[in-house]
Structure formats: structure tokens, C-alpha cells
């Protein structure tokens, strides 16, 4: 079978196109692909059927696993594909562990380290409240967690992320990691009370129990070798939140804040909890598509989205 | 319904984009006859009141992102209430008359061009030009203006403390001006050639579309 590769603006990405065998895969394309343009390895490749040019539609991507007769309509001798480069990329595992690891070694430095009269505070000894070392532990164990979810838990749907998204989601975490630990242990730090404190962390540590059960049904819902896609989450919190896993990250920061009461603290829990709102409206109109109760399919249950009982 | 919703929003926009154009020239035309008459201390005092009124007005443009970007109006801003508002002892530098002339020409054209739009449908090609190659000279020095005040005002914000809010207090915050001071001029130089890139390329498409038009 010839294959014709162009870029999005029609060029031809590769002289006289591909040869290859009828029974081939996308994943068999890819890799020629790569030994041709040598810098694109198969991660960085996009791979579209053309769309008619005006058209609104939104274009099939090929998926890795499938062959490519599947793709041609009828005329199984030529395929035409469209190519898009995506970037350097680097596997989600690395981007998780370089976001979490900023605030996991970065917090402890502002606890253990007298940075305060480094950065002109004079003042007299340091006085460290209980709450401040509670702060420690649950941030740290926090991070800690999300690190051995990356490696032992999570099924990536995408191996793969754009490189830039390595220095914006890590200057997100690192720079919010330090501005909430410059507060927490500063030696001005004004505590909250014994008793809101106590709610505070309780809260937070059940969440996130919580969100690690969470995590646990979610991966177990995609097949080891990843070829899960999507399926109806069912199960635990899943019954009534479908973003079961936002939610408890989010009421966990919040029991976290509660506990430690710091504006840079609330100002993190209000940017996550967008963060996180957006990502739950996407994945909830996905899957209602995805499950209409047509054609033999489920259909996806009344549920809250992500923080009941608001939205 | 629908149609009459839509003109009611040409005819605000319209009124919007006429009266901040208005205010604007006033600007300008005050800037230059004070610094005519009275020199470049005395502008600042001069054009205090309808500059702030129609860099404020800013807020109310229905379509602040299609017709400026968010930090163009946010940098205003900061500089229109923050830094020449709060501290009289920059009010009387030079910088202040380049700053409002630069401004009050980039804005009058801006609004003008939009007024044209919603009020007739179309706006004459020399304003289409005039909007898209005035900013090649007033960015950078509407931009050196505002650097430069922000520079000047520095020791003065470190003194007074004004907005400064200290630790301890209940809710473990602190604000520190001066310090916000020094990251705004740190934004302003990934920022300018940004923006500078962006009206460039904005430049060439609107250009090079009425051409073939």
C-alpha cells in the first residue's frame, strides 16, 4: 500500500510517500515515518485522514493500534494521511515527577533552613508551632504520594506530553510550592486555633485516603497494556461524582488550608479547583457523549459532576 | 429579537467607543498645550482627571481582548492609579507628558477606529493604517515612559510602604510593593517585544487583507 503523508498546509512531509505492506498497522507507519525524518520519533507524530477543505468536521486521528486498511474507504492500494509534529515530548511520568518534586524537596527548605534572615528578617528566635510541623508532614506525605501514584499507579491514556508543558506545569507547582511554604514557616506565622486545626488536618487526611481509592478504581478500569479508553466509572464516590478523583484532591487542599490559614494557601486551593472544574466539565460532556444509551451502550447516570453539592 | 439585541450593542459600542475617543483627545490636547505653556511638570496636574477616567473606562469594553490585551490594560492601569496616583513625586517628570501623549495618540486612533466600525459599518483605510503603524514609534516610547516611571517611583514606593500589608496577621499574608514593583518592570521584558511581535503580526494580516480586498 502507498501512503501519501502532507503537512496541514497540503505539502508532501515525505518525498514519493511510503511503501508499505497491506496488512500494516499505524504503529508499522509510524515507525517508517521515523526512519525516514529521523528527529520525529512516533510520539511526536500526529497523524489525521484529511478533511475536506471549509469543513467543520474534526479529524479522525489514527489510532496505533488499528491497521491501516481500516482507514482506507474502499480503495485499499493509496492512503493519503495528514502529519503534524507535535514537539519534543516527554513521557507523563517524567512530567509528573518533575512537577511534584519541586514541592516535595523545596517546602522542607523553608522549614529546616533559616532562610527568613537571609532574606533581610531580623528578628528574634524562631518559635515553631505544632501546626508547622503538622503543615510538613501532610505536604510532604502529599507529594510523596503523588509521586508513587505517577509510578504505581496511574494508566496513562497518552504516553506522551509536549516538553514546554515540563517548565509550565513545573513553574506552576515549584513557584506555588514556595510562596505557601514561605508563609507556613515564617517565623511571624500566626497559628489557628487547636480545635480548627485538628478538623482541618482530619479532613484533609481522610481525602486523601480517599483520592488514592479513587485513583486505585480509576487505573483498574483500563487494562495493563493501556488500551482502555474510556469506560463509566463505577464504585465508591465514582456512584455520585464522576470526577470522584478532583473532588477529594480538592476538598483535600481545603482541609489543608483550613488546618493552616494562609492566603497563598486558599489562593492555590482557588487556582486547582478551576484547574481541576475545567478538566471535570470536559471529561463529564465526554463520557455522556460517549455513553448516550444508543446502539447497546450504557447510558451515563445522573451525577454530580465534581463538588457536590455545587456543581 | 435577536436583531434588535445586536443593535442596541452597535449603538452602545458606538457611544462607548466615541466618548473614550473624546476623552482621549482631551488628553492629548491638554498634555501638548500645557507642555506648550507651562512645561512637563505642570502636565500631570493638567491631565490628571480625564486620563484616569478614560484609562479606567478601559474596564468597560465589552471586548477588552479583541481590541487589547489584558496585559496592555492591566500595565495601564497599574501605572494610571498605582504608581502615578499614589506617588505625586513622579507626577511632575517628563515621562509623564511622553507617557500621556503616547497613550492619548495610540488611544485616540484605537477608538475612533472601532467607533467607525460600529456606527457605519466600515472604517476609512487611512485609519486602518494610521492604527496599525503608529504603535511601530509609540509602544516603545509609551513603553520607556512607563518603565521609566515605574523606575523613578522605586524609592519612593520602598519608604512610604503605601499598599504594603505585614506579617503577623491572622490570615498570614503580607504584600510587599515594592517588590511587586520590581517583578512588574522584570514582566515588562519578556512582555514588550511580545506585544511588540504580536501588533507586527497583527500589522501584516490587516494589511495585507485589505490589499487583496
Given at each position: 500500500m502507498k501512503v501519501t503523508v502532507v503537512s496541514r498546509s497540503g505539502r508532501e512531509v515525505i518525498k514519493?510517500?511510503?511503501?508499505?505492506?497491506?496488512?500494516?498497522?499505524?504503529?508499522?507507519?509510524?515507525?517508517?515515518?521515523?526512519?525516514?525524518?529521523?528527529?520525529f520519533y512516533p510520539s511526536r507524530q500526529r497523524l489525521t485522514l484529511p478533511v475536506?477543505?471549509?469543513?467543520?468536521?474534526?479529524?479522525?486521528?489514527?489510532?496505533?493500534?488499528?491497521?491501516?486498511?481500516?482507514?482506507?474507504?474502499?480503495?485499499?492500494?493509496?492512503?493519503?494521511?495528514?502529519?503534524?509534529?507535535?514537539?519534543?515530548?516527554?513521557?507523563?511520568?517524567?512530567?509528573?515527577?518533575?512537577?511534584?518534586?519541586?514541592?516535595?524537596?523545596?517546602?522542607?527548605v523553608f522549614y529546616y533552613f533559616n532562610v527568613y534572615e537571609f532574606l533581610g528578617y531580623k528578628g528574634s528566635e524562631r518559635v515553631i508551632h505544632p501546626v508547622q510541623t503538622y503543615a510538613l508532614y501532610y505536604w510532604c506525605f502529599h507529594y510523596f504520594k503523588r509521586i508513587m501514584e505517577t509510578f504505581f499507579v496511574h494508566r496513562f491514556s497518552h504516553a506522551t506530553s509536549p516538553l514546554s508543558n515540563v517548565f509550565r506545569n513545573c513553574a506552576y507547582y515549584w513557584t506555588f510550592g514556595c510562596y505557601i511554604a514561605y508563609y507556613m514557616n515564617h517565623p511571624l506565622y500566626t497559628?489557628?486555633?487547636?480545635?480548627?486545626?485538628?478538623?482541618?488536618?482530619?479532613?484533609?487526611?481522610?481525602?486523601?485516603?480517599?483520592?488514592?481509592?479513587?485513583?486505585?478504581?480509576?487505573?483498574?478500569?483500563?487494562?495493563?497494556?493501556?488500551?482502555?479508553?474510556?469506560?463509566?466509572?463505577?464504585?465508591?464516590?465514582?456512584?455520585?461524582?464522576t470526577c470522584a478523583n478532583y473532588?477529594?484532591?480538592?476538598?483535600?487542599?481545603l482541609g489543608f488550608n483550613i488546618a493552616t490559614q494562609t492566603v497563598a494557601g486558599y489562593l492555590f486551593l482557588v487556582v486547582a479547583a478551576s484547574i481541576m472544574t475545567n478538566w471535570a466539565l470536559a471529561k463529564h460532556r465526554r463520557l455522556k457523549k460517549l455513553f448516550d444509551g444508543k446502539d447497546g451502550r450504557p447510558k451515563y447516570p445522573r451525577r454530580w459532576i465534581i463538588l457536590p453539592p455545587f456543581l | 429579537m435577536a436583531g434588535f439585541l445586536s443593535m442596541l450593542r452597535r449603538t452602545y459600542l458606538?457611544?462607548?467607543?466615541?466618548?473614550?475617543?473624546?476623552?482621549?483627545?482631551?488628553?492629548l490636547f491638554l498634555a501638548v498645550k500645557t507642555l506648550k505653556e507651562s512645561g512637563h511638570e505642570h502636565v500631570y496636574s493638567a491631565v490628571e482627571k480625564p486620563l484616569q477616567l478614560a484609562q479606567t473606562a478601559a474596564i468597560l469594553e465589552v471586548l477588552p481582548l479583541l481590541t487589547a490585551t489584558?496585559?496592555?490594560?492591566?500595565?495601564?492601569?497599574?501605572?494610571?492609579?498605582?504608581?502615578?496616583?499614589?506617588?505625586?513625586?513622579?507626577?511632575?517628570h517628563f515621562l509623564v507628558s511622553s507617557l500621556t501623549i503616547s497613550w492619548s495618540i495610540t488611544e485616540i486612533i484605537r477608538y475612533s477606529f472601532f467607533g467607525m466600525k460600529e456606527a457605519?459599518?466600515?472604517?476609512?483605510?487611512?485609519l486602518l493604517w494610521l492604527r496599525y503603524s503608529t504603535f511601530l514609534?509609540?509602544?516603545?516610547?509609551?513603553?520607556?515612559?512607563?518603565?521609566?516611571?515605574?523606575?523613578?517611583?522605586?524609592?519612593?514606593?520602598?519608604?512610604?510602604?503605601?499598599?504594603?500589608?505585614?506579617?503577623?496577621?491572622?490570615?498570614?499574608?503580607?504584600?510587599?510593593?515594592?517588590?511587586?514593583?520590581?517583578?512588574?518592570?522584570?514582566?515588562?521584558?519578556?512582555?514588550?517585544?511580545?506585544?511588540?511581535?504580536?501588533?507586527?503580526?497583527?500589522?501584516?494580516?490587516?494589511?495585507?487583507?485589505?490589499?487583496?480586498?
Open positions: 514519493g510517500g511510503l511503501d508499505l505492506s497491506d496488512s500494516a498497522t499505524v504503529a508499522d507507519l509510524q515507525e517508517a515515518i521515523h526512519k525516514r525524518t529521523k528527529k475536506p477543505s471549509g469543513s467543520k468536521e474534526k479529524p479522525t486521528v489514527l489510532s496505533a493500534k488499528k491497521s491501516l486498511k481500516e482507514y482506507t474507504d474502499g480503495n485499499s492500494d493509496s492512503l493519503t494521511i495528514v502529519f503534524k509534529d507535535l514537539g519534543p515530548q516527554v513521557s507523563y511520568r517524567t512530567l509528573f515527577f518533575f512537577e511534584y518534586v519541586g514541592p516535595l524537596l523545596l517546602y522542607p497559628p489557628v486555633s487547636d480545635l480548627q486545626m485538628k478538623i482541618g488536618f482530619a479532613f484533609g487526611a481522610l481525602c486523601q485516603v480517599s483520592n488514592l481509592y479513587c485513583h486505585i478504581l480509576l487505573s483498574n478500569l483500563r487494562s495493563p497494556d493501556g488500551s482502555g479508553g474510556y469506560q463509566i466509572p463505577r464504585g465508591f464516590l465514582f456512584n455520585i461524582v473532588a477529594t484532591e480538592i476538598y483535600q487542599w | 458606538a457611544v462607548y467607543n466615541w466618548a473614550v475617543f473624546i476623552g482621549w483627545a482631551q488628553v489584558l496585559p496592555q490594560i492591566s500595565s495601564r492601569l497599574y501605572l494610571t492609579w498605582i504608581i502615578l496616583h499614589s506617588f505625586p513625586e513622579v507626577q511632575t457605519f459599518g466600515a472604517t476609512p483605510s487611512f514609534v509609540m509602544y516603545p516610547i509609551g513603553i520607556s515612559s512607563e518603565v521609566g516611571l515605574i523606575y523613578l517611583a522605586l524609592p519612593h514606593i520602598k519608604v512610604s510602604e503605601k499598599f504594603c500589608i505585614r506579617m503577623p496577621n491572622k490570615w498570614n499574608f503580607s504584600f510587599d510593593n515594592f517588590y511587586i514593583a520590581f517583578i512588574a518592570l522584570g514582566i515588562y521584558v519578556p512582555g514588550s517585544p511580545h506585544m511588540y511581535r504580536y501588533m507586527l503580526s497583527q500589522r501584516k494580516k490587516a494589511l495585507s487583507k485589505s490589499k487583496r480586498e
